[in-house]
């Protein structure tokens, strides 16, 4: 029987051995993995918002285009751009908002053996090391509008960007991971949807 102390020992032997690779990593790896990760991540990304990222409102453009702006602000995010006319905003906020850090933190071990599995066949066991940082970024939201038939169709896209170099020193992947992506969605709908019940505010 293999006591406690030699399992410890094992996996102390496994980390470190890990942990020499993982410096071991060529930039050229790093690249190759990231790009891995990036073209796995677009393929739920396209996916999912394809699935739930439009919805139609049965509210003028103006009307929902008000409506999304203060559901954003109501979120932590700050407007950057926006133009009414042609049904574009532009919201940021520093990473992880418009998500609460526990709720990041959930859905970004949910989407971490994804993530590795990625960037295994490029790095092999290092990969066991390689974390999501939010740290050094930005979640950048567009909304549009568009008249449709059955009323405005608003629909969203979610992208990070870069503010601080990473402290790991990989480079940066262009995608929100699925379950993120997921639950930020739903989040901002849902409270888009309450903003919308709740309607315009009285005049003074």
């Known amino acids: 029987m293999i006591s406690p102390r030699s399992i410890a020992v094992r996996w102390g032997a496994i980390a470190c051995i890990g942990l020499m690779q993982a410096a071991c990593v060529s930039d050229q790896q790093k690249v190759n993995a990231i790009s891995a990760v990036n073209e796995g991540f677009r393929v739920e990304y396209e996916r999912l918002l394809a699935e739930k990222g439009t919805r139609v409102y049965r509210q003028s453009r103006a009307d929902a285009f008000v409506a999304m702006r203060v559901t954003l602000a109501g979120l932590g995010m700050r407007t950057e751009q926006q133009d009414v006319t042609l049904g574009h905003l532009a919201a940021v906020a520093v990473a992880p908002f418009p998500l609460t850090r526990e709720e990041w933190r959930s859905a970004?071990?949910?989407?971490?053996?994804?993530?590795?599995?990625?960037i295994e066949p490029e790095v092999g066991i290092a990969a066991r090391f390689v974390k999501f940082e939010p740290q050094g970024l930005e979640v950048v939201i567009n909304a549009t509008f568009v008249d449709g038939a059955a009323g405005t169709e608003v629909s969203l896209t979610v992208r990070l960007r870069e503010i601080a170099p990473p402290k790991s020193g990989w480079p940066r992947r262009e995608y929100v991971s699925p379950h993120v992506l997921n639950v930020g969605l739903d989040k901002i709908f849902g409270a888009y949807e309450r903003e919308l019940q709740a309607g315009p505010p009285p005049p003074p």
């Open 108 to 118: 970004s071990k949910a989407d971490l053996p994804l993530l590795q599995g990625l």
